[in-house]
């Protein structure tokens, strides 16, 4: 019953760049907000960036200027871009799902992937 499907994590130097992609297996992606959240051990999940339907972007602070997200609705992803990546980067990468438009339903969480950024 996975839904959301991550990938593109791994092992980058400091400065490196690093595409994240998540896949929403559903016929309603464009009812969703998305998002990337981001969890290093012993840290409390973080809102990384988040997308609207209608393209509407949020970046927390430690991230503007580096990272992107985008969406392309008819192939149902999302992207995380991530350019001049440091250590305090590393982290598993979620993506997330939220229905805003239409029908109520519960949120949306994929797997995670690892990012690590070191030397």
């Known amino acids: 019953q996975v839904q959301l499907v991550e990938s593109g994590g791994g092992l980058v130097q400091p400065g490196g760049s690093l595409r994240l992609s998540c896949i929403f297996s559903?016929?309603?992606?464009?009812?969703?907000?998305m998002g990337w959240y981001r969890q290093a051990p012993g840290n409390e999940r973080e809102l990384v960036a988040s997308?609207?339907?209608?393209?509407?972007?949020y970046y927390v602070g430690s991230v503007s200027g580096r990272f992107t997200i985008s969406r392309d609705n008819p192939k149902s992803t999302v992207y995380l871009e991530m350019n001049s990546l440091r250590p305090d980067d590393t982290a598993s990468y979620f993506c997330?799902?939220?229905?805003?438009?239409?029908?109520?339903?519960?949120?949306?969480w994929g797997q995670g992937t690892l990012v690590t950024v070191s030397l």
């Open positions: 559903t016929s309603f992606f464009n009812q969703y907000k």
């Open positions: 997308i609207t339907p209608g393209g509407i972007v």
């Open positions: 997330n799902a939220q229905k805003i438009i239409g029908s109520i339903w519960p949120e949306v």
